[in-house]
Each structure stands twice: as C-alpha cells, then as structure tokens.
C-alpha cells in the first residue's frame, strides 16, 4: 500500500461534523483482495489488537468489524479501524471513521475524526505499515511507534491554561479556533473576535505585560502604589552581584531579571560564594540579574482577573519524604510515578526535575541525590515553590484575610494587568497583613493550580475569564450560507445588499471575490472555508453572507460551525462526473451539509418548486436540530406552501405579480416584481425565484419589509450582480450574458429570452469540459428549446478534454432536440459575441453564456454598449446616449 495524501478537514464535512482527517490510500498490488485471502491476516491481527474485537463496524454491535473481517473486506477499511484502536495508546482516543472509494478500483479515502491533528496524522502512517507488516507476516515496532505518536501528541496539544480557556469558551458556545502550532487561540467571530494565548488576551495590555516581565520596575511601580514589595538590586556581574548582597545583607534571592516559572531562581542565600554561584544560573537565562532581600514567609499565588481576586494557592517546593531507606533519587523516581505528575503541563503536577538548581537546594540541607534521608524528613529539591518545577499547591482561596485580597488587587492594578498572577510571601494569608509583600507579578498566569489543586477546592477560573472577555453572547456574528446549483451568486449578493446599512458592515463570500463593508479584499473565486474564515477573521464584519459551494464542501468542510440562515436555491444536474458525484441524489447529500448546519432555533430556507429539496427538513442530519423552515415558490397554491402555513410556517409566493409573504392565515404584500430591475420587470422568472430566496433570508433575520423594498429597487445588475444575467443595449441591439454552465441554467435563461419583445434571437454557447458527456448534450438540448441559431464557443481551460470535444457534444444535443438548427462553431469567446452582434437584427437579442465574462464586459464597452434592465429602459438609455 502507498498514502498518496493527507489532508484535513477542520470545520463540519460530509463526512463528519467534526474534524476529520482524509488519507488517500493507493492499495496497489492489494487491490480487490479481501481480509480472508491473505493466510493467517486475522489471526495475526487480532493477537496483535485484541481490542478490534471490540469493533462495531456497520454491523451495529460488538464484534461487526470480525464479522467483517470473515466475510471479507478490503485493506482499505482495515486500515481505518486499525487507526481507530491505536488511538486509545496515545491517549486521543476516537471511534469514528469512515472509507470510501476514491474513484478508481485501487483507491480509498480513508477518513477518521481526531483530536490531535499532527498526532493522528502519524498515527495513519504507522496504521499503513502495520498492517501491511501483518500481511508480509514480519515483526513492527508497534510499542516504539506508538511511544513517539504519544510524545508527538504531547507536544502538539494546547498548554495547560489555554486548553481551560478553550473548553470554557466551548461550554459557552463560543467559537474557537486554533491559529499556530502554539496556543494562539481565535475566540469569537467577526467584531466579536479576541485573541487568547495561555492567560493572556487581546486585551491585554502590551506595556503592562513588559513592565511585568522587567522585575525591577515592577518594584518601582508596585512602590508607587503603595504594594509592600522587597528591595533589590539589578546587576549585570558576579561582583555587582556581590556588592548588592552586601548593601542588601543576608539572606537575598538571586534570579533573572525577566524570567518566568521559577527558572533560574535561588533563595535563602547567605554568603558571597553562594551569591556568585546563583548569579550564574539565572544569568544564564537573563544578561540582567536581580538580587533582592528575602522576605520571610509562606508562598502564594493570587489570581486577580479584571482588578478582583479570584482564587489563591499556597505553593509548596517540590519535596519528598525521606523512608530512611531510599536515596532521594528513588524518592524522586518513586514521586514522579504519581499519575496526577506528568512532563510539562499535560497534567495537573509536573514532574520533579533534578538540575543544577535542584542540587544545589539539597547541598543547603546537607543532602545530595544518594543520600538517604531519615525517616518523615522532607527534603526540598527546590526552594521556590512554582508547579513547572514540580511544586503542588493548596487551594486557600475561601481563607484569604480581606487585607490579603486588596494588596494582592491593588498590585494587579498598578501593573495594569487584566489577567495576573500575584506571588506574595506573607507568613500566614489567612491573618490581617504585617509584613511581607509582593515578590512578583506575573502576566499569563498558570491557572492549572487553581483548577486541579493538589488539596482544597477547584476554582473554575477558566469560565470567569471567558466572563470578563464576553460579560455576554457567545461572541458570534449572525452568519447566512447560501448553496444549490443555480442562483447562489445571485443570492448572496442580493442579501449582502439588503443587509448592509451604515451601521452594519457585511463580509460576504462568492465566486467572484470577499467583499468587507462593501470593499473588496481578495479576488478570485472565494466560495471555501478558507474564504469563509477570512470573514470571521475579520474584526470589521458585524454579519457573515458566505456562498457555499459544493466542491469546498467535499474537499474542506465548512468554514463555520454553525449559520443562522441556511439557503438552498435548487439542486440540479451540475459537476456530475467529478469529486465521486455520480448522481442527483449525491449532490444533494453534499449541499444538504449547509441545512445540518443551522443552528436550534434558526432558519432553513428551502425551495418548494424543487422536488429534491422537499425531502430536505426530513433528513436525520437536518432535523436533529430544531429549527425553523421557510418555503418559497411561484404558485400559493404549491402543497408545500399550504402545508406550511396550515402549520403556522412562514411562506413566499407570486400573487398578481407581487412577492407575497404569509405565515397562517396572515399575509402581506412585499414587493412589485416589476419593481425590482433584477428581474427585468418580471420577465426572468428565475430571478423573482432568488429575489424570494433572499427576501426570506433577510426576513429571518429581522430585516424590515421598507429596507428590503429600497435595496431591490437599487440593486443594479451590472455593477452589483456582474456576469449573472446582464443586459446591455448596443448599437439598437440587445446583449445578454451569464455565466450559465448546465442545463438548467440554460434553461432558465432561454425561458427569459423566449419571452423577451424581439423577433430575433441568437445565443453563443460554451459549457466547462469537466463536465460529464450526458450533461453536455443537456446543455444543448436546453439551448435548442430556446433558440433557432446558436453560435458554439470553446472555453480556453478544456479542463481535460480534447480541442473540438466540447462543441462536438453541445452539437450532438441541439440536434437531437432540433435537428434544423443553425449552428456555428466559433471558438474564442469575444469573436463568437463579435459576430452574433453583427448577424442580429435590429432589437434583436443575443444570450452569450460566458467562461470570461470580463473580457465580455470589456468588448461591450469598446463598442459603447449601456447597461439595461428591460427591453424599453435599453432603448431609452440608447437613445439618450
């Protein structure tokens, strides 16, 4: 077997509504053979992962996958629950995957949710070698494997703080994004976005958290205000180092003057010698040093968040007890195998480390690593007391004196600090404050102490500094998804207008470009996730309007979690033959993703006059979640739209040429179609259908019926909706062009051309070569229903074909439904338009269906063409011109 690829889904996908990865799986010489073929395979498999036994497979309970496994089933598939056992080893344990063809009789996809992404990334890879050692009936190093997946998991996942901060924010329903291999964090959409890393926000100020991190002004600051802090020297050699412990006076703490976690911090100490000797290790990790005199007392942490105390631990240094047995390194060992410790920050107590730092706090007790100490002696391996270094600490919140409370507060507020860490000596917390003071403030502070304290109560820290960023909400921005076959551009352009307003900027998506409050930021085709995610990004955005396609869907997800407003405009015969779409139904099963996606208590909007998405609302994947379904379509007497009402449901419908919206026995008028210039005075059918599919957006989302009136009544086609049924008047003739690509399409527009006051009518046709055969001759067909001279162009990305394939099986289909059609092949794109518009009559109308609609745009105006919105307004605007 050969991985030919890896990629990851993050946001919901057809696969999974969670994060899925996708391994593309060349199963080579094994192609078409099944489990049972391969002598000895499951005997072997099963000795290996008796836990397989386990398996439900689809067969729906336990041991299905043996089941299987005896029946036959292809490698494929083995691979992927061998990937989904293996995951309990390294802890990021999940059971749900899935495989599928990939198109050709030798690939797979082989699809499974995770937890870590680089993580379960190798995890397939050592899934692929495995099995393919049990075939070859050779030895793998599946214990080795696993240990340096596990350490892979270890370092990919988020600190401990962040982690906190991102479940709280989860159990709030906030969005959450992860932006580096560290711990930034996206908390939010749109306006609402924050940033977290560790304990430490977007709002956090920057001058605060350097002044934190330079020890000595912090000193000066907390001085300032008051704060009781000790007083030290910064010096930059062992003799500087010296002489403040001789101005100081024994005994003084020695440590970096901008470190952090306790690194390169000595205490207690009493002499020069012992002085220089610390000045060493912290000027290892800082040029600057800071000697300061001790002050004598218990350690605490305090946490203050937004100028209030939270929570405080008393932190005890990293010790043992002595059995009068043991040497301290078996004392260490035998304490670092307590489950609650754990290298780093996976778990609440970090393992005791044995440095130089370490050595020399026993050398002060007279001890070294094979010494054995007495019996109930603690020893200490540190003399500060940070957890990183293998401390634990004591929840004693709920004790604090209140004068502990205001010292620790009134230093946070000096520092500037929204999220800090206050590490006071004092030699009780508990009684009214006399001496001591702040040793340190601390920006980012470790909140795992308060959460998993090694005795006394779990303070949810986490959730109150979700609080102080989002006092509410769930820091979302209202998000409408549009998606279906035909119209979906249109849609989200049309939505995009009525919404946006001076006070509300609108992000919109589609496959033209992202436009920000009505400016455009990037160009190109734009209907992905990662266009999507460029919206939530961005700050400026107070609503989503995103165009949701089909192939961003089958290849990454969604870019959101979840929309408000769900559109879908129709479901038609379109990329059939591409992505494993093979038929109607499949395409409706991708784009249905958008509808499971409305979130409880938002709105689906769905069209009636589509058989296909009739079925939708019973789908188990869309009606798990409650929420509402808006019904649009031409006719008020459409079953549907009288079964909804008859329900209390909202619907929309044509009724004397007004857009109508009703919900029971209520019903109001929203708009004259001939208003509304999109439509070209209610000839284009299929434009009143869009303008319904948005007015029920905006309507679901609060809009008023005035402000929809004023945007229809201003939308222009041209400038607004380029390359989507555009009309242009030259020279007493008429242009319209689309960007039409399946039969459907072509249907609609020769419907409107069929209707138009012309007596003459010619259209240029051109469909993607990506296309399947059968949907190229549709094409045609639909074509020759609405014209009797069609000139065929050729797009300039065959996309696979060869030259002449194309127009070869558009001619087939024209002439299968009019064999006397008069037809001309014209490759390039603008000569086609050139020589329609020069064998048109007078107020004759051509409809070019465009690949480069630009270059249309840009022949048009060389030959002084006027944008129009019906055949009258053309003439007036020519004539006036």
Known sequence: MRIQSIRTVTGPNVISHNPVLIMRLDLQDLTGKESYEVPGFIDRLLAALPGVREHFCGKGHTGGFVERLHEGTYFGHIVEHVCLELTDRVGISVNRGKTISAGADNLYDVCVEYKSEAGMRRLLEVAVEFVQSLIDDRAYPLDERSAEVLDLVRRDELGPSTRALVEAAERRGIPCTRLSDDSLVQLGYGKHRKFIQAAMSSDTSAIAVDTAGDKSLTKALLARAGVPAPAGRVVESPDGAVRAFDELGAPVVVKPLDGNQGKGVSLDLCTQEQVCYAFEIAHQISSRVVVEELLRGRDYRVLVVNGKMLAACERIPACVIGDGKSTMQELVDEANRDPRRGDGHAKPMSTIRVDRVSIAALGKQGYRMDSVPPAGAAVFLRENANLSTGGSAIDVTDEAHPSMRLISERAARAIGLDICGVDLVVPDITQPFTEGGVVEVNAAPGIRMHHFPSAGKSRDVASEIIGMLYPEGDGRVPIVSITGTNGKTTVTRLIADILSAPDVRVGMTTTDGIRVAGQEVVTGDTTGPRSAATVLFDPQVDVAVLETVRGGMVRNGLGYDWSDVGVMTNIQADHIGQDGIESLEDILRIKSLVAERVREGGTLVLNADDPLLREVPQRSKVSRVQKKIVWFAFEAANPVLESARRSGGTVYFVEDGYIMEAAGPNRRRIID??????????????????????????????TG??????????????????????????????????????SAAFDAICETAARWPAEDRICVLGVPGDRADHILRDAGRAAARGFDRIIIREDKDLRGRRPGEVPGLLQEGIRSEKPLAEIVIVPDEVAALEQAIETLQPSGLAVIFCDDCSGVRSYLASRGAVAATSMDVARERARVA
Do not use: W
Not at 674 to 679: A, R
Not at 707 to 734: D, H, M, T, W
């Open 673 to 702: 179609a001939h208003d509304i210039p999109l439509t070209f005075g209610g000839v284009a059918r299929f434009q009143v259908a869009n303008v319904m599919a948005a007015v029920a957006a905006c309507r679901a989302m609060g």
């Open 705 to 742: 019926v005035a402000r929809i009136r004023a945007a229809l009544r201003s939308f222009e086609a041209g400038e607004q909706n380029p390359a989507r049924a555009n009309l242009y008047a030259v020279q007493g003739k008429y242009v319209l062009f689309d960007y039409g690509h399946n």
